[in-house]
């Protein structure tokens, strides 16, 4: 019912900046948030940031100051802008939205495949 896909990953070199973009189709009737969780090799998935009803914005200590959350609600879309790439930040970047699909609907969360952030010299 809900897809969720992401784009602008890449393989970029360290202190580059990317874009990842997210648009979610579907039957949604509300969202809550919409945001961006990583995940290296070997590792758990991590919150990177999100956006929520309203406007507000949390991000990960490990990439504050560095990107930028951005929603565009009639697109659907969500945005990340990252600056000043590590190679820490090689990861998985999955975008994720949190919604109803109907007003007596239980929020669910939707998770996209993915898109690889590579960041290497």
Known sequence: ????VESGGGLVQPGVSLRL???ASGSIFSTNSMGWYRQAPGKQREFVADIVTGGNTNYADSVKGR?????????NSVYLQMNSLKPEDTARYYCNLEGRRAILSAVQTYWGQGTQVTVSS
């Open 67 to 75: 990107v930028t959350i951005s929603r565009d609600n009639a697109k």
């Open 1 to 4: 019912q809900v897809q969720v």
């Open 21 to 23: 973009s997210c648009t």
